[in-house]
C-alpha cells in the first residue's frame, strides 16, 4: 500500500502539471486559431472579389500585412510556450516511472522456490487447487481442460455441486431469486442448523422487487408477505415490521418515504455472497477458494520477504529460507479471516512445534515440545546416572511436579 500510495502521490503531479498545461493553453491556441480563421475568410472574400472583377491579381492591403503579421507572432509566440510547458512536464513524468520502477519492478527470484512446488503429487495439488478455482468461477470447460492436458483424475461429481452454485448465482445476476428459493427450500434443514438468513433475504427481495416493479398491486404484495410468517428470530421481525410499514407509502411512492432506504440498498450482492457462503459451507468448502486465498496472503508475505532478503543480503547474512523448511523465516501478519488454526511455540527450544515436533502436555498441565521432552529425559538420566530413559523421571520447567516422559500426552492443535 505504502507503494501505491508513493506512486500516487508522483502521479498526481503529473496529472496537475497537465491540468495547468491544458488550463493555460487551450485559450491561447483557440486565440490563434480564431484568428487565423478569421484571416482565411477575409482572404478568401478577397481573392472571390478580385476574381469577379477581373482585377488581375489579387494584393494585400497595408492593413491585412499588418494583421498576418501579428496572427503569426502570436503563433510563435504560443507554440514556443506550450513547448516550454511541455518540457517542464517531462521531470516529472521521468520521477513518476523512477518511483514505478523502484517499488513494483522487484526481482521475486530471490524468494522463489520452484522445487518446492516439483513432483507430481505437489503439480497434481496445484491443478487442483486452480481446477476448484475455476469450478466457484464457474468455468467448468476451462477446468476440464487443465486436468485433460495435465493428466490430472478428477472425479465428475466433484464439479456438479458447483455447477449448480454457479447456475443459481447466474440466476441471481438476472435479478431472478427462484432458482435460489428452491435451493434453499431444499436445503432448509441444513441452513436452519447454520442459523442461515438466506431463504428470508430471498423472500424479501422478492417482496421489494414487487413493490418497485407494480407498487398500485397491493393485493399480490400482501398476498407475498404471507411468506413471512415463517420467519420468527427477533431481527427477521423487526425487519419484517419495516417491510409492512412499506405499504403504507404505496400510493405517496417508497422513494419519498422514510422506508426509501429499503429499496435503494443493493441486496441482490448481498444475497449473492450469503447464498455462495451458504453453498460452500454445505459442501464443506471455505467461502474463497485455497487460490484466492494463497493469492491473499502471498500479496502481504511477498513485500515483507523481499525486505528481509535486501536485508539479509546487506547484512551478509546466509541463506535462512530455503525450500527444505517448512516454515517463513519470519511471521507474516494476515487478516483475522486467515488465520485457520492455532500454533503452539515450544517455550523451552522457542521453535514452532511440527508434525515431528509437536507439542506434549505434561501431567501437570504445562505444555513442551516433544524434542524438549527427550532432551529434558536424557539431562535428567546424566544427572541421575540412571540407565533406563523410562524409568527417569522428568523435572516439569515451570512447577515441580515429576513425572515419567512417557506420560506426556502429544497434543493435536
Ligand atoms: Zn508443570
Not at 215 to 240: G, M, V
Request: proline share 4%.
Amino acid at each position: 500500500m505504502d507503494a501505491c500510495s508513493g506512486v500516487d502521490i508522483e502521479l498526481d503531479k503529473v496529472q496537475a502539471k497537465f491540468t495547468a498545461i491544458r488550463q493555460s493553453s487551450i485559450p491561447g491556441i483557440d486565440e490563434v486559431l480564431q484568428v487565423l480563421e478569421a484571416m482565411k475568410s477575409d482572404l478568401q472574400r478577397n481573392a472571390a472579389l478580385v476574381e469577379s472583377e477581373e482585377m488581375g491579381t489579387a494584393t494585400l492591403s497595408s492593413e491585412q500585412k499588418l494583421s498576418l503579421k501579428l496572427a503569426a507572432t502570436k503563433a510563435k509566440d504560443t507554440a514556443s510556450k506550450v513547448s516550454q510547458q511541455h518540457r517542464d512536464v517531462h521531470p516529472a513524468i521521468s520521477r513518476l516511472g523512477k518511483v514505478i520502477d523502484r517499488v513494483f519492478t522487484q526481482d521475486f527470484n530471490v524468494i522463489n522456490c520452484p522445487e518446492s512446488l516439483e513432483g507430481p503429487d505437489k503439480t497434481s495439488k496445484v491443478v487442483e487447487a486452480i481446477m476448484e478455482h475455476l469450478y466457484r468461477q464457474g468455468l467448468l470447460e476451462v477446468a476440464h481442460r487443465l486436468a485433460e492436458e495435465a493428466h490430472v483424475q478428477v472425479k465428475a461429481e466433484k464439479s456438479l455441486p458447483f455447477l449448480e452454485m454457479n447456475s443459481v448465482l447466474q440466476s441471481l445476476a438476472d435479478k431472478n431469486v427462484q432458482p435460489a428459493l428452491q435451493w434453499a427450500e431444499k436445503h432448509r434443514k441444513q441452513l436452519e442448523e447454520r442459523h442461515s438468513h438466506l431463504e428470508y433475504k430471498l423472500h424479501k427481495l422478492q417482496f421489494l422487487e414487487l413493490l418497485k416493479q407494480c407498487p398500485e398491486n397491493t393485493r399480490a404484495l400482501l398476498e407475498y408477505s404471507r411468506k413471512f410468517q415463517n420467519f420468527r428470530s427477533t431481527e427477521q421481525i423487526k425487519d419484517i415490521q419495516k417491510l409492512m410499514g412499506c405499504l403504507l407509502f404505496l400510493n405517496y411512492g417508497i422513494d419519498r418515504s422514510p422506508y426509501r432506504d429499503l429499496v435503494n440498498q443493493d441486496l441482490w450482492m448481498d444475497v449473492g455472497e450469503t447464498f455462495t457462503k451458504d453453498a460452500c459451507a454445505l459442501m464443506g468448502l471455505s467461502m474463497e477458494s485455497p487460490l484466492t486465498v494463497c493469492l491473499k496472503i502471498g500479496c502481504k508475505a511477498i513485500p515483507v520477504l523481499l525486505n528481509l532478503k535486501t536485508m539479509m543480503v546487506q547484512q551478509h547474512v546466509g541463506e535462512i529460507w530455503t525450500s527444505s523448511k517448512t516454515e517463513l523465516p519470519i511471521e507474516i501478519d494476515v487478516s483475522p479471516e486467515h488465520l485457520y488454526h492455532s500454533r503452539f511455540t515450544c517455550p523451552i527450544l522457542r521453535q514452532q512445534s511440527t508434525e515431528k515436533n509437536p507439542p506434549m502436555r505434561l501431567n501437570c498441565g504445562h505444555v513442551i515440545s516433544k524434542e524438549a521432552l527427550a532432551r529434558l529425559a536424557i539431562s535428567t538420566k546424566y544427572k541421575s546416572q540412571l540407565r533406563s530413559l523410562e524409568s527417569s523421571k522428568v523435572k516439569c520447567p515451570y512447577c515441580p511436579s515429576e513425572q515419567i516422559p512417557s506420560d506426556a500426552k502429544r497434543l493435536f492443535l
